[in-house]
């Protein structure tokens, strides 16, 4: 009888982390918070740069999933807006034809009191498991977008790059957009 007590409180505290977990990871930055969609799954960041990192699902018909990184590099590390938006160009070229003020967009909002920079880039992403390795070639991911968000936090910038294909990114944006402007 003692164990089946304990077998169902187990199976009970098991399916209270699902529901935990089924309601998305919260991110703080410099002590604002927001919960990301419980469709993201958070995955171990891969260096001390990385403060969060999350796995998007791919959309049917996609081949890879998404991903979202969030960086800290300390202040002042990084380099400055324009450096940034020119490193994130640099990932991703324009579809043939399309012109570069088609393909990038940089907009400014708010969030609370701190500003926040997004860059959007559609076009061939060039994928490298580790982005600014110089020596590894990457392999060539056409019709993806890269959103990159610069946070400038009153301790010093936190980077995001979201970057997927293009119809994963679609299907994504209102919820990246809601996680971003909700950090409070």
């Not at 936190?158 to 402007?181: C, H, I, Q, S």
Request: glycine content about 10%.
């Amino acid at each position: 009888m003692q164990r089946l007590a304990f077998a169902s409180i187990i199976a009970l505290a098991a399916a209270g982390v699902g529901q935990a977990e089924d309601k998305g990871t919260v991110t703080e930055i410099d002590g604002l918070k927001s919960t990301a969609p419980a469709a993201w799954k958070y995955a171990k960041p891969a260096s001390d740069m990385q403060r969060a990192a999350f796995t998007i699902p791919k959309e049917e018909g996609d081949k890879y999933d998404a991903t979202l990184t969030v960086y800290f590099l300390g202040a002042g590390g990084g380099g400055g807006n324009k450096a940034n938006i020119d490193r994130w160009k640099g990932m991703i070229k324009p579809a043939d034809g399309v012109k570069d003020e088609d393909a990038f967009k940089t907009n400014e909002m708010k969030v609370g009191d701190i500003k926040v920079t997004i860059f959007e880039g559609n076009g061939t992403y060039k994928h490298k498991n580790r982005p600014f390795d110089p020596k590894e070639e990457g392999e060539l991911r056409p019709n993806y977008r890269l959103v990159g968000v610069i946070f400038e936090s009153p301790n010093g910038p936190y980077f995001m790059r979201m970057v997927g294909p293009a119809k994963t990114m679609d299907a994504n944006k209102k919820a990246f957009e809601e996680w971003l402007k909700n950090f409070k």
